[in-house]
């Protein structure tokens, strides 16, 4: 249901989606990514600035309510192994995510967007965010710098590589959760490794802890409460007969519940200085909090629900669960209401996930989402 003018930028997007592909930048060193979007919406009449830092923001529409709509702009430290020609030409950078996508199709909605808003009013601000990728996460810096002054609603899409091509969803309420992140420094003392007990051996103090950990969620959380903790890395020592005087533990804990998030911390603190005591050794958590989860309002839900099914068709729509992936879009849902949306790209069956090294994603969405994001945005400012 995508109209033919819409569907013909086909290869507008994906000439910009693979120029941003091939030159993939990190969170808050997006100068050429940032130059690349600021000369394209200027190519196209508007007049774009600069915000938190490395981002960009534009205006369009001269009088109505003012509609938020993000996309986010930076790549994971990540060595791309695709075999396409258009894969990362910066090691240890690639776009594994979409965001590539993403900036495309909101220049493509820039482009459009002038159009409509003239024939009906509203005004619509369109930002690129840097960093999302990177915690604290760009949206409080481009929040800071003003980017929700004036607005009444936001709204915001990710690209899902797992989600069946075409297909469009959101849920009411929560979607995604808190994304938290720790890091566990055991203290021993070290030694020769054939004389273990003139040491405090860190490494034994790890491993009780990796299993410990493990209680949490099964015997620390109501079962009817989801909770992830994982330990993602762990480091000590270099010599085979040594033994470390530290150790590094370091992981992530995803939940839904606040009182949940809570409840992890406070007993992560407490598992991990008595075991490393039980052995004589000390032991230090650093908790970190991290995005919150993203929020949908049910107002806005709806609106969006309408606009899908009028655009895209009902047969488009797609209930989605709660997911334990973290998103700082969630701040701006904490300022503003809004809803945040995932557009399906699957591409194959088997598709390599999100992060990896050989992520691809569906190019032909893009016309869709954009006509899309375009609609929501007009539902937005004439409700």
Partial sequence: MVPEHIQSLLPELVAWRRHLHAHPELGYEEYKTQAFIMKT?????????????????VDIGASGPLVLARADIDAL???????????????????ACGHDGHVAMMLGVAKILPELLAQSGGRARLIFQPAEEKHPGGALKMIRDGVLDG?????????????????????????????????????GRGGHGSAPHHTIDPIPVAGQLIG???????????????????ISAIQSG??????????????????FKQEVRD???????????????????????????????????????????????????????????????????????Q??????????????????PHHHGCFTWDEAVMPLGLFI???????YTGA
């Fill in 41 to 57: 919406l200027e190519s196209q009449g508007l007049k774009p600035y600069a915000a938190g830092d490395t981002g960009v923001a």
């Fill in 77 to 95: 430290p990540i060595d791309e192994e695709a075999d396409v020609e258009y894969r990362s030409q910066n090691p240890g950078a690639m776009h």
């Fill in 151 to 187: 607005v009444s609603r936001v709204t915001g899409l990710h690209l899902q590589a797992e989600m069946p091509r075409g297909r469009i969803g959101a849920r009411i309420g929560v979607q995604s959760a808190n994304s938290d992140r720790f890091r566990i420094l055991i203290e």
């Fill in 212 to 230: 410990a950990l493990q209680t949490l969620v099964s015997r620390h959380v109501n079962p009817t409460d989801a909770a992830v903790v994982t």
């Fill in 238 to 255: 270099s010599a085979f007969n040594a033994i470390p005087s530290a150790a590094e533990l370091k992981g992530t804990v995803r939940t």
């Fill in 263 to 333: 409840s992890l911390e406070g007993a992560m603190r407490t598992m991990v200085e008595a075991t490393a005591a039980a052995s004589g050794a000390r032991a230090e958590l650093d908790y970190m909090r991290g995005y919150p989860s993203v929020v949908n309002t049910e107002p806005e839900w709806r609106l969006f629900r309408a606009v899908v099914d009028e655009y895209a068709g009902p047969d488009a729509w797609m209930d989605i669960d709660e997911r334990m992936g973290g998103e700082d879009f969630s701040y701006y849902l």
């Fill in 335 to 352: 300022e503003r209401p809004g809803v945040f949306w995932n557009l399906g790209a699957q591409i194959g069956p088997n598709p390599y």
């Fill in 373 to 379: 994001m375009a609609r929501t945005i007009m539902a």
